[in-house]
């Protein structure tokens, strides 16, 4: 049976920095949308501290999510090689 | 060291290698049930809301029943992945995969129906742009988009040793595998940095799980609308949740088990225990649901009155007291005994919580609008073929997403399966030894 061409290490790599760059592109996109609220609540002059209060929650959550996978591609994919290596 | 290969490994691997004609039955149905959605959606769009069974009072329909239906299954997945995890549970190895895959999938189209409710989805821009956090609504926006980031991470992290086997040993897509396996070798680092990333992710996740469904049922609770405005409402949506969740994924594991063979890793047992997780959850469901209805039964507010007796003897009598058979009659009686034709009697029963959980959503959604507290006159709600078309196409974009999943990744983790048989064995026996009376605990 023939064998499949060997994937570009080089590639690989590039594209696992894209993929973690999504991650940070999605979870970054939700942070500035709710700094985003809570100017426009500010502007208006329309109850600051709801936004503020459930901001308070919720971005600390999204970047714990973003440390969370930021760590194990560092452990993973450069620590976890190099390590190896 | 490499760790040892099991024979029967192969099963796992054997969707995802070959293709039978059944997947492609199976991909026509669904996309037939996909095809009457997209048709019934297409007219919704172009026509308007007009087309569907929605009007002034009732403007929530199956949209909005679907929504929490679907948002709960979704539950099935990360929360109890996460329960089961934390407390070590060990029967929870082959299960774990199926159920967090269910939640990244149905999340997606709970989400969806919000979109299709609006009529004009392009407003969903006037949330993004100005959206107000003192509205329920907002809350769930961004408790969903946390969930389902959570869910996603979650699912991800335990698939990493399962790619890196798939990277080498599949001869097909090589690259795929190759990125999302992040050059995993298995060296005791990567192993630790792993397991601690689910660790955390599991503690996360449980409180965002709770979060969600609170939140989705304060969309109801923080109105003053009768039989909606409930101080209950918060752990009631989330037991539902919890409660149909499960039924979803015992459903799905017995089609698989059946479609692909899985009988080696799903046995009885599992269904056993799950079954028994089940009758657990209707009888808190039924507390709740006896709770509620009793507290609003005593206050005999007229407003209220209205609305209560419409489900218990008035026009939605056959959804309320078939949601009582489906959740809670039911499952007792299939339940209770399990030692004998364990997966027949936790199916019957599952098909039927689901069943029962989507009357349930009905129930609550649609009877309070009907009545409406303000002087608009009663409103009788008839969901039209693009509400049913809309629920058919939800329902078989679910299943499809969930079949292509299956011919990329394996259904039942590879190496959770691994590590039980190689060091849960002598674990548990230390763990037991550490629970009994005397020094054996000590040296744990």
């Known amino acids: 049976m023939a064998q499949p061409p060997p994937v570009s290490d080089r590639l690989v790599r590039t594209l696992q920095w894209l993929w973690l760059g999504w991650a940070f592109l999605l979870v970054g996109g939700v942070i500035i949308w709710i700094v985003g609220l809570i100017l426009a609540s500010w502007r208006l002059d329309d109850v600051v501290q709801a936004s503020v209060g459930i901001s308070l929650v919720a971005i600390p959550i999204f970047i714990v999510f973003m440390g969370v996978v930021f760590y194990v591609f560092w452990g993973v994919a450069l620590h976890g090689r190099k390590r190896e290596n | ?444």
């Open chain 2, 1 to 444: 060291m490499a760790p040892e290969r099991d024979d029967h490994e192969d099963i796992l691997l054997a969707p995802i290698e070959r293709t039978g004609p059944g997947f492609y039955w199976a991909v026509a149905f669904l996309s037939l049930l996909i095809l009457w959605g997209a048709a019934a959606y297409a007219v919704q769009f172009t026509e308007g809301l007009g087309v569907t069974g929605l009007h002034q009072p009732v403007a929530w329909g199956f949209y909005v029943t679907n929504f929490v239906f679907f948002i709960g299954i979704s539950h099935a997945g990360t929360l109890i992945s996460a329960i089961l995890r934390l407390s070590k549970a060990e029967w929870r190895r082959p299960i774990t995969r199926m159920a967090e895959v269910i939640t990244c999938m149905v999340i997606f189209i709970g989400a969806g129906q919000i979109l299709v409710d609006l009529g004009r989805p392009d407003r969903m821009m006037n949330v993004l742009r100005h959206g107000r956090y003192q509205s329920p609504l907002l809350w769930d926006a961004t408790s969903i988009s946390a969930y389902l980031t959570a869910s996603l991470t979650y699912l991800y992290l335990p698939m990493i040793p399962d790619i890196a086997i798939l990277r080498d040993r599949l001869g097909k897509r090589k690259l795929l595998y190759s990125v999302l396996a992040l050059g995993w070798t298995g060296t005791a680092y990567q192993q630790k940095v792993l397991n601690r990333a689910i660790a955390i992710m599991a503690v996360l996740v449980i409180p965002i799980a709770i979060s969600v469904h609170s939140v989705v049922s304060f969309v109801f609770s923080m109105t003053l609308q009768p039989s909606w405005h409930s101080t209950i409402f918060g752990p009631y949506f989330v037991v539902g949740a919890i409660f149909s969740g499960i039924a979803g994924l015992i459903v799905t594991m017995i089609i698989f088990r059946k479609a692909y063979g899985l009988d080696y890793y799903l046995k009885p047992i599992h269904f056993r225990y799950l079954g028994q997780l089940l009758l657990i959850m209707s009888l808190l469901w039924f507390y709740f649901t006896f709770a509620e209805y009793l507290t609003g039964y005593y206050g005999a507010e007229p407003e209220e009155m209205k609305v209560f007796w419409s489900k218990f003897t008035g026009p939605f009598w056959p959804f309320f007291w078939a949601m009582v058979l489906c959740n809670f009659v039911v499952p007792l009686s299939c339940l209770t005994r399990l030692q004998r034709h364990t997966v027949g009697k936790v199916l019957i029963a599952s098909i039927c919580i689901i069943i029962g959980m989507w009357l349930e959503r009905f129930i609550i959604v649609v009877p309070t609008l009907s009545f409406p507290r303000l002087p608009f006159p009663q409103g009788v709600y008839a969901p039209t073929w693009v509400e049913w078309g809309e629920t058919a196409g939800s329902l078989g974009l679910f299943a499809l997403f969930y079949l292509l999943f299956t011919k990329f990744f394996p259904i039942v983790s590879i190496w959770e399966i691994r590590e039980g048989r190689e060091h849960s064995l002598k674990e548990v026996e230390q763990r037991i030894a550490s629970y009994l009376p005397g020094d054996a605990g000590e040296k744990v």
